[in-house]
């Protein structure tokens, strides 16, 4: 076990290495100049030299990148170029609510897809499974800005129950995570409806109605227990989807998380918030998928680690 | 494909297959209606010149109201009209062509990479597979859609550019199905058999490891339309897509959201298009992975 986890952290850190290289070729390849855009249209020539040769853009590709890699190491992220601050600080200002959104989705698919797996295996080929896996293949094929405007639509502007956006209460909250957890219940439905019907179909289950259980204990005593936890081992993996998911969501809402700020930096060609925002999000993703593979042994031992 | 689970290498008649599989497909009630909104919006991407009403593209004043807005469905134009008075119905329908055709470009690509990596990682292995691999993961942990905005962002967006970005996230989900089963089949006996007969790398992989990996391809590339439509749509609908004025889904709703509280119906009808179109792809794709994998019989 711990060979295999310091195997794994190194391969992390690689995978970390490797996407600071590509997304600087990238982002060096972009063609509007960052110079251009903090001089302004009016700027002359001469200034927007003397801005790229502050900015070391005159500098060999390399050299860049090793300056950057360099800092990164030692926690430094670099200043943005349009906003007077530190990457890192702009960052830190926007997680906590790119945090919270993503705790409160995680919460929404979790409710939303665990109960609809749970029915739909128990009244298996039945009407009723037949309804919620169409919704859940539905929820897999929606777009996030679709669901996120036609929830504005009938539950802000309509009925007027929500915010229409922005960000600092308890209703705000609501409806973009349900719009980003609506994905995920598509697929934490179909996951609990196939391990419920797995481990209705063990012997343990047979053994619990053989000494006489009733069926509603067993159900929830025995089978759920069992049938959740691969699902919940799958937490991690969600993060990818997040992490895409919140760039959408967060302009259709006007939630002010690192979602919001990654749009912002992209339009504006903000080269430094576009790097720091990505490799936040691709540790989030790396660190999910550790994590995955990390739980999944202690939750079931045949899953071996080599 | 049963057959090619035991020992016999070759596979029955394709045309006799594919009609089987086709039956099997409209056997079944959700891939049925799959199929029918694909054969209907594939007849639509054809035959648009004929079945649009308005010219899509003309900003038409009787398409406006007296003070300017746009019309609700309903007369002369069947869903309404958008904010420059371009009539609806024949904007998603011209939009149809722009899904598809992204849909079809960009999975095609993604295929064609997928498998490669997959296959030429699976069946060489050692340090092609450790390399390529590699590779594969690093994309995994790329958040896939600030990729394609940045993607997308670096070069002017066309058609073909859209594609291409969608392709670059989209392949690598396909190449590791393709590279884990390549493995596997690569050190199955009648693979070793044409090695050590002296058969070419090229006829081993196209004559005896394709046709084994071909229902795979066919299970993932099916759903695998159903994810690019909707990263067209996203990219799109955040401006970095497909650019106006040629329609479609995701831009129409990007070029009237403002208005989404007066005029829903300019966001109702294409987010409807997309996951319908999305919809019948998974469904269709879905049935596929049942009828073309026996493992899975009677899982579901």
């Not at chain 1, 067993?218 to 969600?238: K, T």
């Amino acid at each position: 076990m711990q060979s295999y986890l310091i195997r794994r952290l190194l391969e992390s850190a690689l995978i970390l290495l490797g996407i600071t290289l590509v997304t600087f070729i990238l982002l060096y390849l972009v063609p509007a100049d960052p110079a251009r855009q903090i001089a302004g249209r009016s700027a002359t020539v001469e200034t927007v030299q003397n801005i790229r040769d502050q900015l070391g853009l005159n500098d060999p590709f390399f050299a860049q990148y090793w300056r950057y890699l360099t800092s990164l190491l030692q926690g430094d992220m670099g200043r943005s170029y349009l906003q007077r601050a530190e990457v890192s600080e702009l960052i830190a200002s926007r997680l906590p609510a790119s945090l919270l959104l993503m705790v409160a989705a995680i919460a929404t698919e979790l409710m939303m897809g665990l109960t609809i797996g749970i029915v739909a295996a128990l009244r298996r080929n039945r009407p009723a499974d037949h309804g919620l896996m169409i919704f859940s293949f539905v929820s897999i094929s929606a777009p996030q800005f679709v669901i996120g405007i036609l929830l504005l639509y009938v539950f802000a502007v309509q009925l007027g129950w929500f915010p229409i956006g922005g960000y600092g209460s308890f209703a705000h909250v609501v409806l973009p995570a349900v719009t980003l957890g609506f994905l995920g219940a598509g697929w934490y439905s179909r996951m609990m409806r196939s391990s419920m019907i797995d481990v209705l179909g063990q012997d343990f289950v047979r053994t619990a109605q053989a000494k006489g259980l009733g069926r509603a204990r067993i159900i929830l005593r025995h089978v759920i227990p069992n049938a959740i936890l691969p699902i919940i081992a799958m937490i991690g993996i969600d993060i990818g989807l997040f992490m895409s998911g919140i760039v959408v969501v967060e302009s259709v809402f006007g939630w002010p998380g690192i979602g919001q700020l990654a749009w912002q930096a992209i339009q504006r060609v903000d080269i430094p918030v576009i790097m720091g925002v990505t490799m936040v999000s691709a540790t989030a993703i790396v660190l999910g998928n550790l994590l995955a593979d990390l739980v999944a042994p202690m939750i079931d031992p045949r899953i071996k680690t080599k | 494909m049963s057959a090619t689970r035991t020992s016999d290498t070759r596979l029955p008649p394709r045309a006799g297959r594919t009609a089987g599989v086709i039956r099997a497909l409209l056997s079944r009630p959700r891939s049925a209606f799959g199929l029918a909104v694909i054969v209907l919006m594939v007849g639509a991407a054809l035959f648009a010149p004929w079945i649009m009403p308005h010219d899509p593209f003309e900003q038409s004043f009787d398409g406006l109201s007296m003070v300017g807005a746009p019309l609700p469905p309903g007369g002369e134009f069947p869903l309404g009209t958008d904010l420059l008075g371009r009539d609806l119905f024949s904007r998603l329908i011209l939009g149809t062509r722009t899904s598809l055709i992204i849909g079809v470009l960009a999975n095609g690509i993604a295929i064609l990479l997928g498998a490669g990596v997959g296959i030429a990682a699976g069946y060489f292995g050692g340090w092609v597979a450790a390399i390529l691999m590699r590779f594969t993961d690093l994309m995994m942990a790329f958040p896939a859609l600030l990729l394609a905005i940045v993607l997308a962002a670096i070069f002017q967006p066309s058609l073909l550019i859209v594609a291409l970005v969608i392709a670059m996230v989209n392949w690598v989900q396909m190449a590791r199905v393709i590279y884990t089963e390549t493995r596997s089949l690569a050190e199955r006996d009648f693979i070793q058999v044409q090695r050590a007969l002296g058969a070419g790398h090229l006829r081993i992989l196209l004559r005896h490891l394709l046709p084994h990996l071909l229902s795979s391809i066919v299970v993932f590339g099916t759903l695998g339309i159903s994810t690019t439509v909707l990263l067209e749509a996203t990219l799109s609908f955040l401006g970095v897509g497909v650019q106006p004025p040629t329609p479609s889904w995701g831009n129409i709703i990007f070029e009237n959201q403002t208005y989404f509280s007066t005029a829903p119906w300019l966001v109702f009808f294409p987010g409807a298009a997309i996951v319908l179109l999305a919809l019948a792809f998974n469904l269709v794709g879905d049935a596929l992975r049942d009828i073309l994998d026996p493992t899975l019989k009677g899982r579901h």
